[in-house]
């Protein structure tokens, strides 16, 4: 550490430049690896293309995106049936929708262009899980109740891996994905009456948490 | 705006931070240039971030607060829900960042908002909508700054927040259109902007008095 380093450390609290001292250790040895393999491309293809085109991505990146991917298909397959199913959308609706489907289309082909091979196949889908959700694509209220789940769902997802991808160029092109998400849940959620949030601070979801809820939909 | 008694009691606190932390503060403030100091020393890459997250929660938090303060003719009682819930949540964001920052806070700020007609639903909406963009792609473009996992979940809990007001303020200004979806601010990719601190302050400063001399004390 430098000493211009602990002379800034001093100014703060002990605990907390404690903590960010042995965080950027813990940070350093968990990540340094990935950090040396990226360094500068943003654009996800860019980066799987040219800093990782050695190796290929690391495993745990590749987990990370197969994760974001799934969830993608998902969203992508269930505005392809929504905005093709005539009488569905009420007009005022339609440009909104179909430019969030649009969106989900795009993350998919960014992510299935990053992995590569490595890239999962879509998985199969039922959006009625299991009739539970029987008037889903006859139902406005139903399809904008579960629009709204998804997007939630894919704000907590992606935040719930920000850490793993902490250090490595693809980072950012999670995080314009997951404000994207952010911007169709604020969108979708007062058509069902309620607020664009819950809160000032909105929470994330672990990859186990986030599969349990998508799992229903999976066929 | 220099009448009203918050903004007012804002102007006059002092710079109380050590000598280490004003280089730090300067480096987040519109006229220096952040990625000088994080270039040159690493170590004080967090407390930078955090301090230019604090400084566009500051400047959102004031906007907010006035816009409450001086309602624009017409507004709705549906937009004063939306925009108090704004308000509340950039307060929290605000605090939430001074509190994480302790001793290592950039001094409150003192805003200039002459540019804006608080009483135009149409330059506040319009301004709201540039703040919320603009804090979306500061935290997009900051999140590979941040060294501490603790600190980047922290921003993610936060931008995203963001990204719902874009959304609910693009609702009021463009109601019936894809807006509130981001279109006009999401590229072909499906991509959010990711902006640098040298990309955002220059668009922020003209909304911030830089508070230079309270840097010299």
């Known amino acids: ?31 340094g690896k990935l950090a040396l393999i990226g360094s500068a491309p943003i654009v996800l293809a860019m980066a799987s293309k040219e800093a990782f085109a050695a190796g290929g991505l690391p495993q745990q ?34 440009a909104l929708f179909k430019t969030i489907g649009a969106h989900e289309t795009a993350h998919v082909a960014l992510l299935k262009g990053a992995l590569g091979a490595a890239a999962v196949a879509a998985p199969a889908v039922d959006f009625t899980a299991g009739g539970k959700y029987a008037d889903a694509f006859s139902n406005f209220q139903t399809f904008a109740t579960l629009s709204a789940t998804f997007e939630d769902l894919g704000v907590a997802a992606y935040k719930g891996q920000a850490g793993n991808l902490a250090g490595i160029p693809v980072l950012t092109t999670a995080l314009q994905i997951h404000s994207v998400e952010a911007r169709h849940a604020s969108a979708v ?31 | ?10 102007n006059v606190l002092k710079w109380s931070g050590a000598a280490a932390t004003v280089v730090v503060a300067g480096a987040v403030l519109p006229n220096f240039g952040i990625t000088a100091a994080l270039a040159a ?5 967090d407390i930078g ?21 001086t309602p624009y003719a017409g507004m709705t009682g549906d937009e004063q829900t939306i925009l108090t819930a704004i308000r509340d949540h950039e307060i929290a964001h605000r605090d939430f960042l001074k509190k994480a920052l302790g001793h290592s806070a950039i001094p409150d700020l003192e805003v200039n908002f002459g540019k804006i007609n608080f009483n135009s639903r149409k330059s506040v ?74 990309q955002v302050l220059p668009k922020a400063a003209p909304f911030i008095k830089t508070p230079v001399t309270a840097m010299s004390l």
């Open chain 2, 1 to 10: 705006m220099a009448n009203d008694p918050i903004l007012s009691r804002r």
């Open chain 1, 189 to 219: 959620r007062p058509l069902i009456g309620k607020a664009g949030w819950d809160d000032a601070f909105d929470k994330p979801k672990t990859k186990n948490e986030v599969l349990a809820a998508a799992t229903p939909f999976l066929a």
């Open chain 2, 49 to 69: 971030v955090l301090n230019y997250a604090y400084a566009l929660e500051q400047l959102e938090a004031a906007f907010y607060t006035q816009v409450l303060q």
């Open chain 1, 1 to 31: 550490m430098s000493n211009s380093e602990n002379f800034i450390l001093d100014t703060i609290e002990p605990e907390v430049a404690d903590s960010i001292v042995s965080s950027r250790r813990d940070a350093f040895a968990k990540y």
């Open chain 2, 125 to 198: 909406l319009g301004t709201a909508d540039v703040f919320e963009n603009l804090g979306v792609a500061a935290y997009n473009g900051a999140g590979k700054l941040i060294q501490k996992v603790d600190y980047l979940a922290a921003a993610g809990s936060i931008v995203s927040v963001e990204a719902r007001h874009a959304a609910a303020i693009a609702e009021l200004l463009h109601g019936g259109s894809a807006a509130a979806a981001g279109a006009g601010h999401v590229d072909g990719h499906g991509l959010d902007g990711a902006l640098s601190p040298k």
């Open chain 2, 41 to 45: 020393d690493l170590g004080a890459g």
């Open chain 1, 61 to 94: 990146v590749v987990d990370v995106l197969n994760f974001a991917l799934t969830l993608e298909y998902l969203e992508a397959a269930f505005y392809k049936k929504g905005n093709g199913t005539k009488g569905l959308i009420p007009a005022r609706y339609r």
